[in-house]
């Protein structure tokens, strides 16, 4: 069975050329980046290297830049690094669970929490944001773009706000590297984080973007790694792999380093396969559809239908999406993301995400059209709902 692949916003294929930028690494070159002797000078070029890479995909200076494990890390790091009890922090209802969760925590901590409501299109108000201001904000935490939808928040209005309010302001930009040309400098924040295994690098590694002067204590205790900010060994191949992967990105979604982008191509493949999956099936819609969005996620609402069964028929015939559930201790409870954005649950659960990778090809978008459309119909034929 030729296998189609459109989940990519919950990891990607590595990079040919990124495995061979790691392979090294993995094998002849093992030194601690600590070491004072040639084996940890080669790892703490190599990790050097990839400090610039991704500085230079992200518009950051490279002393800005601090290695984590991933986006969980890196958010977790950004929000525990900086509120303290007695602060206020404003996050949003539609942040991913690295940082949901972690507010969450804070607020037993001591920390007083907001979570901004958003609209049908699944954005954020920035009249909301500066409604909820307090003396004591210490923290603004909106994501760039979403995961499930690909909707992108007005980052750069709250930059402005959080600047001028003199609130530090981390953005969560996982699903927009490689996505979107991104700026620190233009967004305005002062923490902003990303994950290699987005963008066609390897799992278990990422960095977070911290701005001259801002505060943050660290996470973990141990040697002075990362300028005292992330204790622990370096992991150099995976280092290594973020770098590659971070100058691939830079060149295929524009970088301030390099304005050129392959973007175009794969929004025109999402546009496709949304409209023939729209043409060819009724009641459905986009969620969020008119909203500015990454351009490789479209997010599907099947009506009258079971959003599983309808995930487990195409994985079946070989196409891997993503549901709008999320198993938790064994009920599907359906998307936050999706009930923040006032969907009723049976909508939401009934929900699908596709989201291509930079390497989907037309053949593959239009298979996955057909199989949707043959599986939708099979499935409400069987359903009593529908009949
Ligand atoms: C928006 C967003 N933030 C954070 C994460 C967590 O990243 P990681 O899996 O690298 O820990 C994800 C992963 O899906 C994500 O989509």
Not at 14 to 38: K, T
Not at 41 to 69: I, K, M, N, P, Y
Not at 138 to 154: H, K
Not at 350 to 364: G, N, Q
Request: net charge negative; with cysteine; proline share 4%.
């Amino acid at each position: 069975m030729n296998r189609i692949y459109m989940d990519a916003n919950a990891t990607t294929r590595l990079d040919q050329a990124v495995f061979e930028a790691i392979r090294p690494w993995l094998l002849d070159n093992f030194g601690n980046a600590s070491s004072a002797h040639h084996h940890g000078r080669q790892s703490r070029g190599a990790v050097e290297t990839a400090r610039g890479q991704v500085a230079a995909l992200l518009g950051c200076g490279r002393d800005e830049v601090v290695f984590t494990s991933g986006g969980t890390e890196g958010d977790n790091l950004a929000l525990f690094g900086l509120a303290r009890p007695g602060d206020h922090l404003i996050t949003t209802a539609i942040e991913h669970h690295a940082v949901l969760h972690a507010a969450e925590r804070l607020q037993k901590l001591g920390v007083a929490v907001t979570f901004l409501p958003v609209g049908s299109d699944c954005l954020i108000d920035p009249d909301d944001l500066l409604r909820a201001l307090r003396p004591n904000t210490r923290l603004i935490s909106v994501m760039t773009a979403n995961n499930e939808t690909g909707t992108i928040q007005p980052v750069e209005a709250i930059g402005r706000i959080a600047a001028e309010a003199d609130i530090y302001f981390h953005t969560d930009a996982v699903q927009a590297a490689g996505k979107l040309a991104i700026d620190a400098n233009r967004i305005g924040c002062d923490l902003l984080a990303i994950a290699a295994h987005k963008m066609h690098g390897p799992q278990g590694v990422g960095a977070l973007c911290v701005r001259r002067g801002t505060p943050l204590e660290p996470l973990f205790f141990g040697g002075g790694h990362e300028r005292q900010r992330r204790a622990g060994t370096e992991n150099v191949a995976g280092i290594v792999g973020l770098g590659k992967a971070a100058e691939l990105a830079a060149a295929f979604a524009g970088a301030p380093s390099h304005p050129s982008s392959g973007l175009r191509g794969l929004s025109a493949l999402r546009d496709r396969l949304e409209r023939g999956i729209l043409e060819r099936v009724e009641d459905c819609g986009v969620n969020a559809g008119a909203a500015p969005r990454v351009p490789n996620t479209t997010n599907l609402w099947f009506d009258q239908l079971d959003g599983e069964a309808l995930f487990i028929a195409l994985d079946l015939k070989g196409l891997a999406v993503s549901g709008g559930s999320a198993c938790a201790s064994g009920a599907a409870e359906p998307s936050h993301v999706l009930t923040a954005m006032g969907l009723p649950k049976d909508r939401a659960r009934a929900s699908l995400r596709f989201s291509l990778a930079k390497d989907a090809t037309v053949d593959e978008v239009e298979t996955a059209i057909e199989l949707v459309a043959a599986s939708v119909g099979r499935l409400r034929k069987i359903s009593p709902a529908f009949a």
